[in-house]
């Protein structure tokens, strides 16, 4: 029997620095008086007056430790919100994981408000955590306190970078196994978790999904003394998931090289690089082994194919609500309910909608991710994520590597970039892979290529996973829109779940 916290409890916070023992030279800050435990941890009250007049009342933890061994004071807090709703039921609240990563960079716990997915969720009656994530650029100084340095400006000496691969999700997990560890004492259900994402951030709720409990992240988990609990969750939401890193190059140029000689414009070394990428990737999309939902095989041959029938998806889901398509977009309507709602989407002239998506938002430059070295360009966000603590910048993929001539891509680094990618544990046998999930990505989102969620999507249908995915019509590199629909979902997957646990 779940033993709830009462609205009033008056705890004890242990959260002093008083006393802290370094572990071992810049290693991670050893608190002594530390705990886990949410039953010796206070709260505040607080309310959000929505635009409507609508009114939440809820209980705001704040700065909660969430591991023993913080290796970046500046980050390894979480924020919990409990709407007073969450006290009096049945203990099956489910948790609203939020984590508002971008670029791969660290993000501080934050409130909700009104404007937000966050606000959203606890007016909908769902507990809501927001934990601070470690990213490629969090440090701490030789003293072990946080460092705030401009982007481009020298880190002070001895300063440690804390936030490298794969520190970000080794810090969501051990933020869901802290929930877990407190099941028992707080409201709501540590088996409802459900993380959202954006971006960077996307990718990373898709990565708590697909890999729970996965041992290969135990050693991170264990240095940071993190629970002893599992980390599987209930469901997770990614809005433009920018993952599958190591193979990103090749689909983006392998998509848009059609586009070089029309919308997109290259200089002659940068158009043999995007040749060569695009040569590679049709040997990594027919080793996935992905299935239509027919059965029918997924290949490089049939490829576009298979994209232009989830753009055509997504145009008629337009028209039937009455968006404009314009005819540069090559989208062919029915001409003979040309202007009406709800009008047949007929087809998509590919070669030019991918023009278009170039002429709404220019393309990255070949390569588009690992770029460290290649045609003499600097470190993009990935390369720092996979760099190393002392701040250099590494490239991950073969490719890039060779061109560069200054990285090498040794057993250790390799194992970090793995421990990134989602597509990795799906379907891997050890994985504890969420049941439910929900992929939006824009149909003019150029930040990675179309087939990057696609391919999520498809293997995690070819398993047997519960997945709502859209590519919405027209949409940029955003997240957390159409809130109505998510929370519909939502709701939708709660109820299910309810209802099979009292078959």
């Known amino acids: 029997m779940k033993k709830f916290l009462t609205l009033f409890a008056v705890w004890v916070v242990l959260f002093s620095c008083a006393g802290t023992d370094k572990g071992g030279d810049n290693g991670p800050l050893v608190f002594d008086e530390l705990s886990l435990d949410m039953d010796k941890m206070t709260s505040v009250e607080k309310t959000l007056v929505f635009y409507d007049g609508a009114v939440v009342n809820y209980r705001a933890y704040e700065k909660i430790y969430y591991v023993k061994n913080v290796a970046d004071p500046a980050y390894h807090y979480l924020n919990m919100y409990i709407p007073e709703s969450a006290y009096t039921g049945n203990g099956e609240t489910s948790i609203f994981l939020w984590n508002t990563v971008g670029g791969y960079m660290a993000s501080r716990y934050q409130e909700p408000t009104v404007a937000d997915v966050?606000?959203?969720?606890?007016?909908?009656?769902?507990?809501?955590?927001?934990?601070?994530?470690?990213?490629?650029?969090?440090?701490?100084d030789q003293a072990g306190e946080p460092v705030a340095v401009p982007l481009g400006s020298p880190a002070p000496e001895g300063a440690v970078y804390t936030g490298r691969a794969p520190a970000a999700i080794v810090d969501l997990k051990a933020a869901v196994r802290f929930l877990r560890h407190n099941d028992a004492v707080m409201p709501g259900s540590a088996e409802r978790i459900i993380s959202d994402g954006t971006s960077a951030g996307g990718a990373l709720s898709a990565l708590l999904g697909a890999s729970g409990n996965n041992p290969a992240y135990e050693p991170y988990l264990r240095a940071l003394g993190a629970a002893e609990e599992r980390d599987d969750?209930?469901?997770?939401?990614?809005?433009?998931?920018?993952?599958?890193l190591e193979h990103a190059d090749m689909a983006y140029e392998w998509l848009y090289r059609g586009t070089n000689a029309q919308a997109r414009s290259l200089q002659p070394g940068e158009t043999a690089v995007s040749n060569e990428l695009a040569a590679l990737y049709p040997a990594y999309l027919d080793s996935l082994g992905l299935r239509m939902s027919d059965g029918t095989a997924v290949s490089s041959a049939n490829y576009m194919t298979y994209l232009k029938a989830f753009l055509l998806n997504s145009a008629q889901t337009a028209r039937n609500a009455d968006f404009d398509?314009?005819?540069?977009?090559?989208?062919?309507?029915n001409k003979n309910f040309q202007g009406t709602p709800g009008e047949l989407v007929l087809d998509i002239d590919m070669d030019k909608y991918l023009n278009y998506v170039v002429v709404r938002t220019p393309l990255k430059t070949p390569p588009a991710f690992d770029q460290f070295g290649v045609l003499n360009q600097g470190p993009s966000a990935e390369n720092r994520l996979f760099g190393g603590e002392k701040g250099d910048s590494a490239n991950f993929t073969t490719y890039s590597a060779e061109k560069s001539n200054s990285s090498v891509i040794d057993e250790a680094l390799q194992s970090r970039v793995d421990l990134m990618n989602p597509m990795n544990f799906i379907g891997d046998g050890v994985s504890r892979v969420a049941k439910n999930w929900y992929l939006r990505h824009g149909s003019v989102d150029r930040d990675t290529a179309f087939q990057i969620p696609i391919n999520l999507y498809t293997k995690l249908n070819n398993f047997g996973y519960d997945v709502d995915f859209r590519l919405t019509w027209n949409r940029g590199h955003q997240g957390d829109y159409d809130l109505d629909d998510l929370f519909m979902w939502i709701k939708k997957i709660v109820k299910a779940a309810a209802e099979t646990k009292n078959l």
Do not use: Q
């Open 118 to 140: 966050a606000g959203r969720a606890l007016r909908e009656g769902f507990i809501v955590v927001i934990p601070g994530v470690r990213g490629w650029n969090s440090m701490v």
């Open 325 to 333: 398509i314009p005819g540069e977009t090559g989208v062919i309507l």
């Open 233 to 244: 969750i209930f469901a997770a939401i990614c809005y433009c998931p920018i993952i599958d």
